[in-house]
């Protein structure tokens, strides 16, 4: 069978060469070589043994590189060509510029920081440092942008990694990205659809739910999908995320025990996505190794069903030798539908013809490679970006600017989590912006809490007798395995709470996640910064000490919807 998918028109533009590349190299493969096809693998560390151990089992359409060094990666991509017959989908999570895929890359900002400019040149500005650094080390396929909406302000895992709570302004900001990294010449994926941040829950750990009716969908996520798809977003990632008004909509016979994630429902891909929205690129489902896709269906069953339901390549696997033999199993049996293995291979392949992968391309060198990672122009964007994204979100009076001649003595209070394998925020920012205030002249004491109870506590005078100024710095994110992110305070009794805001000017700076006035609500001066970077940090003290103006503007209600945080 022969897909009748147009790949002339949006969002493939392939021209007659293409096409008979596409037909001759499908007619050529072995049902082994499709099966592959239909895979994208993770490389974490860019060795040739992992790579061996991988093409070993089967030959892959894709891989996705963890971040890892420039030398590193550029070796990879060599391995890679060298390993592959048909070309290769290389990808990369770059969603906050080329530190996605290298750690030598530029940070250029968390989608939420750059939502903050309201600028969605800065949006391109994003796109372009992703497209170039990834290029560079030879990716071609970005998983960004993300265009989930951050209603929940409780979701353990979008928060900063959105461009905010505002479909206008997700819709703006995305398309922007799109745009731009498409321009550049690597392929978009848009993801989590059917869209995350309305659950409180993580897709890591179990199937969540979009709870929107059909309407407000269309409104919101759909809006927002239809501006991205109608930009040329070649691909969409689909999530472990079930959108039960659309399942029941498209099928209504269905009863809530059978609803599935959109990355096992053919309702949401086939109907939704490709349907309603009129979707005709590659769609890709998020890693399957998730709990959201592992608890519904048992593995056996739902690795084919993945693609039968709609899917045209299937990301990561458990155990890459028992996935490939489901699903090789699944293609010999015809569980795994003829059709839907030569649609998704045409659109496999229409991918890769579009971005003219199977044409003599030169490898990226090491020396080349160097010229855009990390480069000058892209951390000199990023400080433009940190000066116009950090957000004054309420202010006491009469603290700001400050000035260590009338706050001399500084009581410094860091809450800090530990790194975690990914989106995670890195350790020893207290430290640096603590540094940066001694820096500025000011003596800076570290809370220690009293080992002490009820009764015993040294006399409150005393205390204030000590300290001009307390700043709180929180340097906790949402990550991926983490159900919640809130101040857990030290004992006894709250020990460094906010004890003293009456009577000591306070200020509370948030690095990385926009909602902790949640946890101190009537904390008077409270800054947010949606990123941790070196430029972030500089421009925030420029901020503090009014060398700059704050500039940023909420991309979310940092207030939390509760009345006592604007106190």
Not at 428 to 452: D, M, R, S, W, Y
């Amino acid at each position: 069978m022969i897909s009748d998918l147009d790949l002339k028109a949006k969002p493939f533009y392939l021209n007659d060469e293409d096409i008979q590349w596409i037909y001759q190299t499908i007619s050529e493969m072995t049902l082994e070589e499709k099966v592959g096809q239909l895979f994208t693998l993770v490389s974490m560390f860019g060795t040739k043994e992992e790579l061996d151990e991988s093409f070993g089992i089967m030959k892959p359409g894709g891989i996705m590189y963890r971040a890892i060094s420039t030398e590193q990666a550029v070796n990879c991509t060599e391995l890679v060509n060298r390993y592959s017959k048909i070309p290769m989908l290389i990808a990369a999570n770059l969603e906050k510029g080329g530190n996605g895929v290298s750690t030598d890359g530029t940070l250029l900002g968390s989608p939420m920081e750059i939502a903050a400019t309201d600028d969605e040149k800065n949006a391109e500005k994003l796109a372009a440092v992703c497209a170039s650094e990834g290029a560079a080390v030879g990716v071609n396929w970005a998983f960004a942008p993300i265009i989930d909406i951050d209603f929940n302000y409780h979701n353990p895992i979008t928060n900063t990694r959105t461009y905010g709570s505002d479909p206008q302004r997700v819709k703006r900001m995305g398309t922007a990205y799109v745009k731009k990294l498409q321009e550049m010449g690597l392929a978009a994926s848009i993801k989590h659809f059917p869209g995350d941040g309305r659950d409180e829950r993580d897709q890591h750990l179990t199937p969540t739910v979009n709870d929107l009716s059909c309407e407000e969908w269309d409104r919101t996520y759909g809006e927002v999908y239809r501006s991205c798809i109608e930009a040329g977003a070649k691909t969409v990632m689909v999530g472990h995320i079930l959108q039960p008004a659309w399942s029941k909509k498209l099928c209504p016979e269905i009863q809530d025990k059978n609803i599935l994630p959109a990355s096992l429902s053919q309702e949401l891909m086939q109907g939704l996505l490709r349907g309603h929205l009129g979707f005709n690129g590659l769609i890709c489902t998020d890693a399957t190794t998730m709990a959201g896709f592992t608890v519904p269906v048992p593995r056996k069953l739902a690795v084919p069903m993945a693609i039968n339901a709609g899917a045209d390549m299937f990301l990561f696997t458990k155990n890459m030798k028992e996935d490939y033999g489901y699903m090789l199993d699944a293609a010999k049996s015809g569980y795994l539908l003829p059709e839907r293995l030569q649609d998704a291979l045409v659109r496999i392949l229409a991918l890769k013809a579009s971005l003219k992968l199977y044409h003599t391309r030169e490898l990226p060198t090491l020396e080349k490679a160097r010229k855009f990672v990390g480069c000058e122009q892209h951390h000199e964007w990023a400080k433009e970006i940190a000066d116009q994204s950090v957000t004054l979100v309420k202010e006491e009076q009469n603290v700001l600017p400050l000035d260590p001649k009338k706050y001399p003595r500084l009581l410094f209070y860091p809450i800090e989590a530990q790194a975690g394998i990914e989106y995670s925020a890195k350790t020893g920012v207290c430290a640096h912006i603590k540094e940066l205030f001694e820096k500025e002249g000011f003596t800076c004491t570290v809370f220690e809490p009293e080992n002490q109870y009820e009764g015993q506590v040294s006399p409150t005078e005393e205390f204030l007798s000590k300290y001009d100024l307390i700043v709180y710095v929180a340097n906790l994110v949402t990550k991926s395995n983490q159900t919640t992110v809130r101040i857990e305070w030290q004992m006894p009794m709250g020990a460094n709470c906010p004890h003293y805001i009456q009577s000591i000017p306070t200020i509370f700076i948030s690095v990385e996640n926009p909602y902790h006035l949640l946890d101190v609500p009537r904390i008077r001066t409270f800054i947010n910064t949606y990123s941790s970077q070196d430029e972030v940090l500089e421009a925030l003290l420029d901020k503090l000490m009014g060398r700059s103006e704050f500039k940023g503007i909420s991309p979310v209600d940092a207030f939390c919807g509760r009345w006592d945080t604007h106190l």
